[in-house]
C-alpha cells in the first residue's frame, strides 16, 4: 500500500497563484506540494491549439503585473521568461494622434486628455511615480485588523501625498472613476475607453470608492507594460513561474484534485485526494500549512466543509457578491486581414464604440440589472479585441498556410450565476451571441462577412468556468472588486488577511484575496508577509516588504532587519 506523502505546506490548486506562492516557499527552503484537478497547471493562463497552426489565449491575454516585486524576488528571467519587446504596431501609446473609436469615427484626444492622463498616472514627476503607486495599490497586504484605516495610511493615498500632492483630497475615497476623470481629463470618448478598460480588468468604472484601484488596473497594462504580451503568451509566463518553483524543490502533481481538507481539532494538517487522483498515496499532509488556491466559496463548503464552519461565517461567504460581469470570448480566423472602414483610420483593436457614459451604463443595466441576453442593439455594443498584430512576427499566433487571428475579442454578459434564465442560458442562445459578436464587429471592421471568415470559436462564462474550475463567475476577477469587497473588506473582513479562522488554513485564490483577479503575483507576495509573520517562513537576503506594509501587533514582522 502506497505512503502517504509529507511536506511543509499542500497547496490545493496550480493556477498562478497556488505556483506562485510555491516558488516563494521553495525559495525559503520550505518542502512544498501543488495539487492540481486538471492534467495541466496553469488555471486561467493557458494556450490552445483549436485547430492545427492557429494559436489562440482562451483567457488571460495581456501582462498586467510588470510592477510586480516577484520578477526580481524569483529572477525569472532565469527561468525562461521573456517580454515581449515589439510587435508589429509599434507603440500605440505613443501615437497620440490615433484618437479613440466611436461610432461617429475617431475622436482626438485634447491637451488635457493627454496631461490629465500623465499626471494621475505618475508620470508628470519627478522621478516617475507609476511603479509605487502600482504597488501600493496591489503589492501590499491589508492592513491588520487593530489598525484603523485612514485617509493617511492607506498605501495609494500616502503615494499621491507625496509625489503628486495636488492630486491628493480626502474626496478621492468616494469617487468613482467617472468623478476621478472628470476633474482630471476632458472629452467622454477618452474617459469611457478608460472606465470600459478598467470594467474588464477588475475594479469597474462605476463603483464608487474605487477610483484609484479602477484606474491603476488600466495603467498596469496600458502604461507600465504597454499592452506587451509576454513572449509565448501567458502560458509561457507561467511556465517560468513553474519552473522557478520546480527548480527551487517544488512538487507539483496534475490529475490530482482533493476532496477535503483535513481539520484535526481545529487545525488544518493535510488533505485528501478524490478517489480518482494519479498520486498513490491518498492522504498528503503538511507540518506547517495548508493553503487553498481555490475559490473560497467551494473552500468553506465542499473541502473544508460546514461543519468545521462558524455557520454566520459561511453564509458571509456564500453572500459574496460576483455581480462584476462575466466575458463571452471570441476567436475570428479570417482569410484576409480585417480592414477597418475608413472612418477608422490606424483602428487596431482595443475598445469599441466609445461615445458617451450613457452608452456604457447602458450595458451596466444589461450586465448587472437586467441580468440577461444582450438588449444593447449589436450597433451600440461595446467590445475589446485583439488583432494578431499585437504579437511579434518571430511569435506569430497562425503559422498554417493562410488565415489572420483576431482573437480574443471580450463581450461583457451576466455572470451564469445570476443569469435570470439560468446559468446554460447564454450557451443554449450561442448561435445567437456568435452573431451578435459578428454584426456588433462589423460597425468597425468592412470586410468581417462569411465570405472572409475560415472559423471562429467562442467561449462563454458558463465553458470558461468548465474550462477552468477557478473561474467563478465566469471571469478571472471572481468576485467583484468594489469598495466593500477589497482591501481590509476582501471578500470579507474577518478573511482578509489570507488567514482562516482553522489553524494552519490560509487563502490564496483570486476570489478570496486582496488585489483580486489577474496574474499579478500579487496574492502570494502579499500572502508572504503574512506567512512570515506567523513564523512559517524565513526568506532570505532577496525578499523585502511592502514599504507601506504594517506588521500585525504580536507578530513577527515581514521587513527584513
Not at 235 to 263: K, L, N, Q, S, W
Not at 348 to 354: D, E, K, L, Q, T
Not at 396 to 411: F, I
Request: some cysteine; proline content about 7%.
Amino acid at each position: 500500500m502506497a505512503k502517504d506523502e509529507r511536506y511543509d505546506f499542500v497547496i490545493v490548486g496550480g493556477g498562478p497563484n497556488g505556483v506562485t506562492l510555491a516558488a516563494y516557499l521553495g525559495k525559503c527552503g520550505a518542502s512544498v506540494c501543488v495539487l492540481e484537478e486538471r492534467p495541466e497547471a496553469g488555471g486561467a493562463c493557458e494556450n490552445t491549439e483549436p485547430m492545427a497552426g492557429v494559436h489562440i489565449n482562451p483567457h488571460a491575454m495581456f501582462l498586467y503585473g510588470g510592477a510586480a516585486p516577484g520578477f526580481d524576488q524569483l529572477e525569472l528571467w532565469k527561468y525562461g521568461f521573456r517580454a515581449m519587446d515589439e510587435n508589429q504596431m509599434g507603440d500605440i501609446m505613443a501615437d497620440v494622434d490615433r484618437g479613440v473609436p466611436t461610432t461617429q469615427g475617431m475622436s482626438k484626444l485634447t491637451e488635457k486628455d493627454q496631461m490629465g492622463y500623465a499626471k494621475l498616472s505618475g508620470l508628470l514627476a519627478q522621478p516617475p511615480f507609476t511603479r509605487e503607486l502600482l504597488r501600493a495599490t496591489f503589492w501590499c497586504p491589508p492592513h491588520p485588523p487593530e489598525v484603523e484605516v485612514t485617509i493617511d495610511n492607506i498605501p495609494y493615498m500616502q503615494v499621491y501625498k507625496q509625489y503628486q500632492p495636488d492630486v491628493w483630497t480626502e474626496e478621492l475615497l468616494d469617487m468613482d472613476l467617472f468623478d476621478l476623470m472628470d476633474e482630471h481629463l476632458e472629452s467622454e470618448p477618452w474617459k469611457v475607453q478608460q472606465a470600459i478598460i478598467a470594467w474588464y480588468s477588475g475594479a469597474a468604472g462605476h463603483w464608487r470608492g474605487v477610483a484609484i484601484p479602477a484606474w491603476c488596473c488600466n495603467i498596469a497594462l496600458v502604461i507600465y507594460t504597454r499592452m506587451h504580451v509576454p513572449r509565448g503568451g501567458m502560458h509561457d509566463y507561467f511556465h517560468a513561474v513553474m519552473r522557478c518553483a520546480i527548480a527551487h524543490g517544488a512538487v507539483i502533481r496534475t490529475c490530482c484534485p482533493v476532496d477535503e481538507i483535513i481539520i484535526n481539532d481545529g487545525t488544518a494538517v493535510g488533505v485528501r485526494l478524490r478517489d480518482t487522483a494519479t498520486c498513490a498515496g491518498k492522504k498528503i499532509w503538511a507540518t506547517k500549512a495548508v493553503i487553498s488556491g481555490v475559490d473560497v466559496r467551494q473552500t468553506f463548503n465542499k473541502l473544508v466543509g460546514p461543519q468545521h464552519v462558524d455557520r454566520g461565517l459561511l453564509q458571509k461567504v456564500n453572500d459574496i457578491s460576483l455581480k462584476g460581469g462575466s466575458i463571452y470570448v471570441s476567436h475570428l480566423l479570417t482569410r484576409e486581414p480585417l480592414r477597418p472602414k475608413a472612418k477608422f483610420p490606424k483602428f487596431i483593436g482595443g475598445a469599441y464604440p466609445m461615445d458617451s457614459r450613457e452608452m456604457y451604463y447602458d450595458h451596466v443595466a444589461d450586465v448587472d440589472g437586467k441580468r440577461g441576453n444582450p438588449t444593447v442593439p449589436a450597433e451600440r455594443a461595446m467590445w475589446l479585441s485583439t488583432p494578431s498584430e499585437r504579437f511579434a512576427i518571430t511569435d506569430p499566433q497562425v503559422t498554417r498556410g493562410e488565415g489572420h487571428l483576431m482573437s480574443p475579442v471580450y463581450h461583457l454578459v451576466p455572470p451564469p450565476e445570476y443569469h435570470v434564465d439560468g446559468p446554460d442560458a447564454i450557451n443554449r442562445w450561442k448561435d445567437g451571441m456568435n452573431q451578435y459578436v459578428v454584426d456588433s464587429m462589423s460597425e468597425v471592421y468592412e470586410n468581417l462577412n462569411s465570405d472572409n471568415i475560415i472559423a471562429r470559436w467562442a467561449n462563454s462564462p458558463y465553458d470558461s468556468e468548465f474550462r477552468n474550475t477557478g473561474m467563478i463567475g465566469g471571469t478571472w476577477c471572481g468576485t467583484r472588486h468594489c469598495n466593500d469587497q477589497w482591501a481590509e473588506n476582501r471578500p470579507i473582513p474577518e478573511l482578509a488577511r489570507y488567514r482562516t479562522p482553522i489553524d494552519g488554513l490560509y487563502l490564496c485564490n483570486q476570489t478570496a484575496c486582496h488585489p483580486g483577479g489577474l496574474f499579478l503575483m500579487a496574492i502570494p507576495y502579499n500572502l508572504m508577509h503574512i506567512m512570515i509573520e506567523d513564523g512559517l517562513v524565513e526568506p532570505g537576503d532577496w525578499w523585502y516588504a511592502s514599504p507601506w506594509y504594517i506588521p500585525q501587533q504580536g507578530k513577527k514582522s515581514a521587513r527584513r532587519p
